[in-house]
């Protein structure tokens, strides 16, 4: 009787190769459109934008340069690793003289997609990226020769279930708590058997010499990245969604050209801060993200909203895993041996991060503690706390921090969405007030 | 009269001379050490040769005991106060050993176990009563200890040096450390205040015809029994003395004469226990991080008197964090040599341990900007900074 049911059948039911082809041409039209809509909406705030930036547009078209430069890198011999989130220890892929690549989607319409095989609760990061899948519309993702998964939340947990039907998933199991010493043991292993997988797919040893020389590498980026978030402190040279826009490039981008290129951008925006040339008024009300990754094309229009209303605000920080806590951690080794540098990449990994899928008695303190000190340090005015529909993590910890912002005197705005632009009107008055909440709020 | 004053004149300028050059070449090497560890390892070399001084500019036209060569014995600074001799040297609280030759000062563990023997108390030679002596020696302990607190451990200590220089070596070798279980440096810390508590009573009941008149042993004397018994098992001994009988300035049959023989006299240079612990001590440092710190009864005179209670107010350097900039990477808690966990789990404020031997790994390696702070009274002089700047 069992075997007549079929128990290891597939999650998307299979489509037409037509319907795939029609919906991922005009969903990737929409989207290209989308993404020059986005960079024409920064260059219109911006007025005197940053020549530097010009790079960043570019490889911000996720069907562009980049795209074709894995191809050909593929084509070389060179193999693409995927990851869904920011566990997966990039210094081990580079390591290997591999790509590595977020395959994480930010697309509203394919979410739609998704819907098919998923009910809506589901966050809808997970059911654009299943959508995406769907129609092979994330270059990525189709390249990846193997995906790393870090089951970090309940979402990418089965999502990884429903990618193993089309790529080798390699998951990486994080401890839900981080100060346990036998957590970090375990997670230890993780990484060892993550570093033999790397190993094994490209063919490529990676040695004590290559792994120091990919960590140097990811420490430069940081020096980078932190370079240009130390712009992003005083008044405004560079306006929120650029800068989030340079950080999630980073994403897909190679990192050492990514590097001099950003040290390029910082270069031009220090001698506007000489100048005083700065991107928005020095009294506009600075504004932090937190929550939910926002993820490039579809989901800046949360950032348009901030940066474009009347009286208008600028993003000096955020806390997402898509943006400036990508690359703000080094790897700091003791010891340049072979297992204190996996200790070391391990611990950046773990410990390192703030992703609100760990708990301990006293709560998350470590995002807290993040916030606490990017408000102060950033002189944020408001902390606008995004959570899309179905992102339980983020959205139980609102409470919490709500709180110590109360007590810090901050006032935070908790701005719950979808995956679609239906709600832009609506949400644009909700911004607006807060805006102007925050504006009368800096003239006392 | 006047050739004492002559000799203390010289030894000034002598010093003087000496800790000038000290300063060029520190402001000469100081582009060179701009990583604090570098610095640090300067610093210790340069103390190490303070504290053997003697063996550098010589026995200085003082009396030095013939049977160990060429050598000076003790005697550079704090000879001659008021102008009688005080032969150790000044109480420091770190392993300059008494019985190596050359010294400028002497470990306080030892002066505070021999001074209170009738040698002392009886002998004409000297300044001091040994009584009065072991309250300098003491005096100076709490003093510095609160000045300097384990500092002295992270940078001044040779036979932390010696130490660093395995691990150092190990690292060349590509070797990487083994690290205890909490549990075990648990044990290790309570361990230094049994040995304290050991040698303190050991010494009290040998030393009683000093102090009260009884002899509750018959025949306490130096040179029998367990006297000095700490040193007895210290493993810095037996390094300092088989190091310098290498290098010829001493002499290596008289020191090993009184190795063997009698369990009870133990000797006087070295001692069978003391050439075995050195052996454990070295291999375990080999492989384990500063591993005597964690045990070391000095150290934890130390931290008694820097750490704990109304002394932890007082004590000037400090190692204080910033709760909110602490992203918990643990990078403090991977690059400690001693293991401390305190400063990684502590949530912000004073996180001195009583363990930390104060070298400031952890501030250097912390890549958050001004995290983790180095407090002397109140004020900040090092901070932890962005350190991927540095490699411009």
Redesign the interface.
């Known amino acids: 009787m069992a075997s007549e049911i079929e128990t290891g059948s597939k999650y998307i039911p299979e489509m037409a190769q037509k319907e795939i082809e029609e919906l991922g041409s005009s969903i990737k039209a929409a989207s290209i459109k989308v993404i020059e809509d986005n960079i024409e909406r920064m260059k219109k705030t911006w007025k005197n934008r940053a020549k530097s930036m010009e790079y960043f547009d570019e490889i911000s078209n996720l069907f562009g340069q980049r795209e074709k430069e894995i191809r050909e890198q593929k084509e070389v011999g060179k193999k693409v690793i995927g990851y869904s989130c920011i566990f997966a220890p990039i210094e081990l892929i580079l390591a290997a003289d591999a790509i590595p690549v977020r395959i994480g989607s930010g697309w509203y319409d394919t979410a739609k997609l998704g819907d098919r095989i998923m009910p809506v609760e589901i966050c809808p990061v997970i059911r654009s990226t299943v959508g995406a899948k769907m129609v092979r519309l994330s270059p990525y993702l189709e390249l990846s020769d193997a995906i790393i998964m870090p089951l970090t939340c309940d979402g990418r947990t089965k999502l990884s279930e429903i990618l193993s039907d089309y790529k080798p998933i390699w998951y990486m199991n994080p401890p839900r708590v ?1 100060d346990d ?1 036998h957590t ?1 043991t375990m997670w230890k292993e993780e990484i060892q058997v993550i570093k033999e997988k790397i190993e094994k797919l490209t063919g490529n040893k990676i040695t ?1 010499q290559k792994l120091r020389e990919s960590i140097e590498t990811m ?2 980026a ?2 980078a990245f ?1 370079r240009l978030q130390d712009l992003r402190k005083g008044s405004p040279v560079i306006n929120g969604r650029d800068a989030m826009l340079v950080n999630q490039t980073s994403l897909w981008d190679d990192i050492e050209r990514w590097t001099q290129k950003v040290n390029e951008l910082c270069d031009e925006l220090e001698k506007r801060v000489e100048q005083k040339e700065y991107s928005s008024h020095p009294d506009t009300p600075r504004v932090m993200l937190t929550g939910t990754p926002m993820l490039w094309p579809d989901s800046w229009k949360v950032p348009n909203l901030i940066e474009e209303s009347n009286p208008q605000g600028v993003v000096v920080v955020d806390e997402q895993c898509s943006g400036d806590r990508v690359l ?3 790897v ?1 080794v ?7 540098m996996l ?2 990449v391990g ?2 990994y773990l ?2 991060c ?1 992703c609100p899928c760990f708990t301990s008695e006293h709560g998350n303190e ?1 995002r807290i ?2 916030i ?2 990017r408000i ?1 340090e950033y002189k944020v005015d408001g902390v606008i706390y995004y959570v899309v529909r179905g992102c339980i993590l983020y959205a139980m910890e609102y409470a919490r921090i709500k709180r110590v912002l109360d007590k810090m005197n901050i006032p935070v705005y908790y701005l719950d969405t979808e995956y679609t632009r239906e709600d832009v009107g609506q949400m644009k008055t909700r911004v607006e007030a807060f805006l102007e909440m925050l504006e009368a709020r800096i003239d006392i | 009269m006047l050739e004492i004053i002559a000799e203390t004149l010289r030894a000034t300028i002598a010093v003087g001379l000496i800790l000038a050059g000290i300063l060029a070449i520190l402001i000469w090497v100081r582009n060179l050490t701009r990583k604090l560890s570098a610095l640090r390892l300067f610093i210790q070399i340069v103390s190490v040769a303070v504290i053997f001084l003697g063996l550098i500019i010589g026995p200085f036209g003082l009396d030095q005991w013939a049977y160990l060569g060429s050598a000076p014995k003790d005697v550079v600074i704090g000879t001659n106060i008021l102008g009688r001799p005080y032969p150790d040297g000044l109480a420091v609280p770190t392993f300059a050993c008494y019985y190596a030759s050359g010294r400028t000062t002497t470990c306080v563990v030892w002066q505070l176990q021999s001074y209170i023997f009738p040698d002392y108390e009886t002998s004409s030679v000297y300044l001091t009563t040994g009584l009065e002596r072991l309250a300098i020696a003491f005096g100076l302990l709490v003093v510095m200890s609160l000045i300097f607190g384990r500092f002295l451990c992270g940078w001044i200590c040779p036979f932390g040096l010696y130490m660093d220089l395995l691990t150092r070596l190990r690292k060349a070798l590509k070797i990487r450390h083994w690290t205890l279980s909490e549990r075990v440096n648990e044990g290790l810390r309570q361990a230094r205040y049994l040995i304290i508590a050991a040698f303190l009573i050991l010494s009290v009941i040998l030393g009683m015809r000093a102090i009260a008149g009884i002899e509750l042993i018959s025949e306490t004397e130096l040179g029998r029994y367990l006297e000095i018994p700490f040193c007895q098992i210290c493993p810095a001994k037996p390094l300092f003395v088989l190091a310098e009988s290498g290098l010829g300035y001493m002499n290596l049959d008289y020191a090993l004469s009184r190795t063997m023989g009698d369990f009870a006299l133990t000797g006087w240079y070295l001692t069978s226990i003391n050439i075995i612990i050195l052996g454990v001590v070295t291999g375990g440092s080999f492989m384990v991080r500063r591993l005597w710190c964690r045990i070391c009864p000095l150290g934890g005179l130390i931290a008694l008197f820097s750490r704990v209670g109304p002394f932890k107010r007082l004590s000037l350097i400090k190692l204080t964090k910033v709760e909110e900039k602490c992203t918990k990477c643990g990078i403090c808690k991977r690059v400690c040599p001693p293991q401390v966990t305190k400063v990684y789990e502590e949530k912000g404020g004073d996180v001195t341990a009583s363990d930390c031997i104060l070298c400031f790994r952890c501030v250097e390696m912390c890549p958050y900007e001004g995290c983790l702070k180095v407090e002397v009274a109140g004020k900040p002089i090092y901070k932890s900074k962005n350190w991927l700047k540095e490699e411009e």
Do not use: C
């Open positions: 981080k010493p970090l004590r420490q430069k940081t020096k932190r703000y951690d080094p700091g003791d010891e340049w041996i072979m297992s204190d200790a070391a611990e950046r410990m390192a703030t470590d503690n993040w606490i000190d102060k």
